[in-house]
């Protein structure tokens, strides 16, 4: 059973960074992509970004050049790091996986098993 568990949410003003992880469990994370998704209140969830097994990274446009996606393979574990955070990125965060061995983009219906989310909240 995949299990994937976010952390490092919190409260930050504008401007600031927060680094978010995601711990992941039930088979070999190094085979498989990561992506992070938010969803703001009021809003449909959006992609953020996405790392591939092999490193690969994409971004949504909004983030690009803020936010910068890695993983640690050795401990199972996928990072956002967010910097000049804005009021707008204020959210839920989410990491996702997809079940088999595929570079998803950000379609969310590629990612199959999904963490519990953490909260962003980026005050002005």
């Known amino acids: 059973q995949v299990q994937l568990v976010e952390s490092g949410g919190g409260l930050v003003q504008a401007g600031g ?10 088979r070999t994370f190094s085979s498989y992509s990561m992506g992070w998704f938010r969803r ?3 809003k449909e969830r959006e992609f953020v970004a ?10 949504a446009e909004s983030v690009k050049g803020r936010f910068t996606i890695s993983r ?5 574990t996928a ?3 967010m910097n000049a955070l804005e009021p707008e ?5 989410y990491c996702a996986t997809p079940q088999g061995i595929i570079v998803p983009g950000s379609n969310e219906r ?10 962003v909240t980026v005050s002005s």
Do not use: E
């Open 89 to 93: 990125d204020t959210a839920i965060y």
């Open 40 to 42: 703001a209140p009021g």
């Open 17 to 26: 960074s927060l680094r978010l992880s995601c711990a992941a469990s039930g």
């Open 110 to 119: 590629l990612y199959d098993y999904w963490g519990q989310g953490t909260q």
């Open 50 to 59: 996405r790392i591939a097994w092999n490193g690969g990274t994409y971004y």
């Open 72 to 76: 640690d393979n050795a401990k199972n």
């Open 79 to 81: 990072y956002l790091q």
